[in-house]
């Protein structure tokens, strides 16, 4: 009789061998994603999500049983999940991990019952989560292994996993058949591509030998196979120019419905999961590609609470399939590129870990992509503090960004906003979650200025003369007033109206000693408990520049 039970450190040791397959073909994935979006990144989303599944496992105890294995990973993938095959992946998981629950005993469980009915599951999960499920993708292979188990349960573990990989791999072969865009760009499918290699993880695990795969480059197809017209034109790519994804906590299930409806008619490729944790409330995994980013996360804004937020331009994201590949790889992991505009500014920053390049004479689109280039870094972090158009920004990063180099620019409108982003700043941290919370710190770090009017105009705070002070609060001038001293403090209550717990204050070359005093004592007289940083940075585009956090 061969044993057929399962041990839990198995789940662990495919999530591990899982990670390092997708992580040796992450190109090679890459480079076959034409559908639904040609954005070269399933390798790389697949990646990121079985990653946190791995880790996910790796974290619980050496004594953790099958379900609370299986469990973990599932509940990581969903968390973690990136882009579309990152979700479809995620409930594959979800799957194994009730079919683990569903057998109930663990040490009686056969491997052959777990592949069974934990790869029906998560494809009957997969397919519910995507609103237009299509033939040829991924959906199609994950239910050819879901049969192939099923056919083969009795069998021994390492004739089972082999039968089911033997036959996923005919089914991706099998893929540009079933879906126009495939044959017409003679490719196989990306998300397929990604699943078997997940399935031959198994197959290394169980069986102690890999198997090996052709790079799967492309196709020669009869065109008379294709599924489509020779002359037909080829209609399934999307033209929507954004993907957006979000977790949704606190939403009713029968809202789901609602929601999924909704981001139809805003998009396309909507996908939707609940995890599989038994916590109160259901968090909800929302995938969808639209050219309504904002309207698409409004929607689900209204049924509950949104975390994990992301949005990602086509357009942007495109360049990195036209790199140069003869590009070296950096030298350094990371990088965080700063404009400052005076000495004193130049010395903070620096201080703080930031390559500086100095504004005080002019910035050009140029100049900022040379300054990230020299950093010879593979993931960089700009903040340009309002020295260029959002345009001449969007410019440099198609510009400079590559294969071997993430560009993330940080929509930083002034120094103050700067200086709170890089009080968060941790080398130490994983990029994607350094850049997250920098981004998080300026976008809550309220920003004042106060300048010196050189011509006559109409403000919200009434008239100006040529040489008033003026008072802004992000770009609106609301304050107006003789002198300096007046101006700052005014600015001050204003910017603390609804509330504070740290001011900084970067104080220009022209700036006056009194303005600069009026203000501590300002501070100290009517915010009492609010903490004061005053710094002498010497910019001369304004007098003075406030953050508030």
Not at 54 to 76: F, I, N, Q, T
Not at 150 to 163: G, I, K, M, T, Y
Not at 256 to 261: N, T
Not at 356 to 378: C, E, F, H, K, P
Request: glycine letters at 10%; proline letters at 3%; charged letters at 20%.
């Amino acid at each position: 009789m061969i044993a057929r039970t399962i041990n839990p450190q198995l789940l662990r040791d495919w999530a591990h061998v899982c990670v390092e397959q997708l992580e040796a073909l992450r190109g090679e994935i890459n480079d076959l994603n034409v559908f639904p979006i040609p954005d070269s990144d399933t390798g790389s989303n697949m990646l990121f999500t079985m990653r946190a599944a791995a880790e996910a496992a790796a974290a619980l105890p050496e004594d953790a049983g099958l379900l609370d294995v299986a469990r973990a990973m599932a509940d990581g993938a969903v968390s973690q999940a990136r882009g579309n095959s990152g979700i479809i992946l995620s409930q594959i998981l979800v799957g194994l991990a009730d079919g683990a629950e569903i057998l109930g005993n663990a040490e009686s469980a056969s491997f052959g019952e777990l592949a069974s009915l934990g790869l029906r599951l998560g494809s009957l999960a997969a397919t519910r989560a995507v609103s237009e499920p299509r033939e040829g993708t991924v959906l199609t292979l994950v239910r050819v292994a879901a049969e192939s188990a099923a056919a083969h349960e009795e069998d021994s573990p390492a004739d089972l996993v082999r039968a089911i990989a033997d036959d996923c791999a005919d089914a991706l072969e099998h893929t540009p058949e079933q879906l126009s865009v495939l044959a017409s760009a003679g490719v196989v499918d990306a998300g397929g591509r990604g699943f078997l290699a997940i399935v031959d993880a198994m197959v290394q695990v169980v069986t102690g030998v890999a198997n090996r795969r052709r790079r799967y480059r492309g196709i020669l197809t009869d065109s008379e196979t294709l599924g489509h017209g020779i002359d037909d034109p080829c209609a399934d790519s999307s033209d929507q120019d954004f993907e957006v994804m979000y977790l949704l906590d606190g939403a009713a299930a029968e809202q789901i419905a609602e929601l999924r409806e909704r981001l139809d008619d805003l998009g396309d490729a909507v996908v939707i999961v609940g995890d599989s944790s038994s916590g109160e409330g259901e968090r909800f995994s929302v995938h969808v590609h639209t050219c309504e980013p904002g309207a698409a996360v409004e929607a689900g804004a209204g049924l509950g609470r949104l975390s994990d937020i992301r949005i990602s331009c086509f357009a942007l994201d495109a360049i990195r399939a036209q790199s140069d590949s003869n590009e070296p790889p950096p030298r350094h992991k990371r990088a965080v590129v700063a404009v400052a505009y005076g000495d004193g500014a130049a010395e903070l920053f620096a201080e703080a870990g930031a390559t500086v390049l100095r504004g005080d004479n002019g910035l050009t689109a140029q100049q900022l992509g040379t300054a990230i280039r020299d950093t010879d870094s593979a993931h960089v972090v700009v903040m340009a503090n309002g020295a260029l158009s959002s345009q001449d920004l969007v410019t440099v990063t198609t510009e400079v960004r590559s294969s071997q180099r993430s560009v993330l620019m940080l929509p930083t409108a002034s120094m103050t906003q700067c200086l709170a982003a890089l009080a968060v700043h941790d080398p130490s941290e994983v990029p994607d979650v350094d850049a997250y919370a920098m981004a998080e710190a300026a976008a809550g770090a309220r920003w004042g200025s106060l300048q010196r009017a050189t011509t006559k105009m109409m403000t919200l705070a009434g008239m100006c003369e040529v040489g008033d002070v003026l008072g802004l609060i992000g770009d609106d001038v609301l304050v107006v007033a003789p002198d300096q001293t007046s101006a700052s403090t005014a600015l001050i209550d204003l910017m603390l109206a609804t509330g504070g717990e740290l001011v900084t204050i970067l104080a220009g070359i022209d700036v006056d000693a009194a303005a600069l005093e009026a203000v501590g004592e300002q501070m100290r007289r009517s915010h009492p408990g609010i903490e004061l940083a005053v710094y002498r940075t010497g910019q001369r585009t304004d007098l003075l520049q406030v953050g508030v956090e």
